[in-house]
């Protein structure tokens, strides 16, 4: 298990750093253990992002802190239409933490950088006492480059264009209850928790998109709002087609949880002219995480959201105070 | 104070960033709040480096983990011979953390990154149920920009340099001691935690540096040894020339701690050719960072570390376990 010691920074820390994390991640640019990183880059205009992940539990049908921790990185730079190239990763580990766990999770991250052919490239591990973390906390940074020109905006988004979603809607969060709440549904809801960058590059390699958002923290419901505010538009969501699937569903109603503000952890929002929509679900649908992609809702002129449900009925949508689940990323 | 809602990314975690955050870090990159921030580097060369720091107490005499968290990320880019330019903070909050006291270690993250011409262009904020933190963890991670041609490697030091410090060692450890031990001196014992970017920089404009590193967990002793087998050579450390104040002398002689493996938050080691040494002294006293600044050891053929004492003894250095206190960064 993991001792205070191995974060004081003397052999101990050196003995965990190469025998467990230098193993699993190695690459040229971490094996140096220097402080710094250096790498060249193939632009010098790159999106930079970071996330911390406190998810509870630490794994989940469909992933683990360790898989979550590099989607959530790499999928953040695929919004901003960035390649992934460089990875960090900072580990707050708990006293006590069995060691096979947390070699679980760095294997987890190094197979799903590898997916989206990223490396991490430089890391730092702390431990606290027993009782103040709880297993292990993961802040993944990320480097990504950009090409030159125009680079999905929520200011481009125009009168006109149409927006797509990757595929079904809440299932990270509906995982993550269902564990919670001791479910014993058969299969098991698992995360839809999944790196996207490759789909995506390849989506902006056949349609001009406009914007692009990863709906985590917030769901679906929490990306349209901001999209809406940024780009001074209104949306005009159809719910009927929302695709989200039954178990999901099933698992709201039961909990009384709105699914549209609900995490996905390997979806994308995609808003772009109409006239490209086609190509974009054609080029989605060829990915296993695409399969599901659909044509959600429509921007014009205005300023807010409205929602015509499956009732026939229309509501406009409002931000929930917070969203309904702690510790879901 | 920091509620568990305030982390669920609803309207709650919104205002807790534009009030609190936005206010204190504003700046263009930061500022559209998107997933990714998005800049146009002026080198496609860069350093990449992260560390989570989860400092107890969480505010100590010279700074507090604000301060510490963008100063150990930005003498981590100069230690590469990177100049800092972007910077990403990500926050585990505790539960009943006051909101006054993130306000203050937000403050000094924006003064320290503004003192080393850096930015806070992009962040995170998780919430904790109390008891799973420890007030507030901060990870830090840290973009340089690099000139084209050499940089400090530890490859490049070379039999005939010498070694420099740029001032007085142990001083954060023993400033966390003195809290932790409720010793009452006047005036209380700071620790050195500064940024030294620009000092560094400047360094390495007036002399030709083969390698550098900043002796926090570990200790001067701890980058010594790492630098010793990282190039194949021998070091002899003359112990009379390491500056040390006598206060924190005495505090590491009282609680029995050897001051060389005790980490400083403020301080560069470098090597270079002897030659140089005139020069980089210079420059380094020029700065109050720099004010202590001496050259300490040669660089010899061979293969471990050797300290003359000032008794006239000699001995080598070896590795302690683990560092002689934990949570210190």
Redesign the interface.
Known sequence: VIR???????????RLIKELFLKRLSNPLLK?L?????????????????????VDPLEFPGGDIGKLSVCGTVN??A??G?KPV?L?????LEEGLELERLERFVESMAETAGEANSII?????????H????GV?I?T????V?PGGD?P??KRIATGDAIVISGPIAQHAAAIIAIRENLRADPPIASDCAPLSNMVLDAMAVSEIHAM??P???GLG?VLIELAR?SGKRFVIRESEIPINEAVENICELYGYDPL?M?CEGRMVFILPETEVDSLLVSLRKYPYGKGANRIATVEEGSEIIIETKSGGVRRLV?????????I?
């Open positions: 205070i010691i191995d974060g004081e920074g003397g052999r101990a820390t050196s140096p220097n402080d710094s990183a250096v790498a060249e880059l193939t632009s010098s205009r790159i999106a930079f992002t970071t996330d911390a992940f406190v953040d730079l919004a901003a960035a460089l960090s990763a900072a580990f707050i490239a430089c890391g730092d591990t702390k431990v606290v006492p009782g103040k973390g709880d906390y802040t940074t990320g480097v990504g950009l680079i905006e929520p958002r990863d985590t923290r917030g929490g940024q503000f995490a931000p929930p105070e917070g969203a309904p689940l702690p510790r990323c």
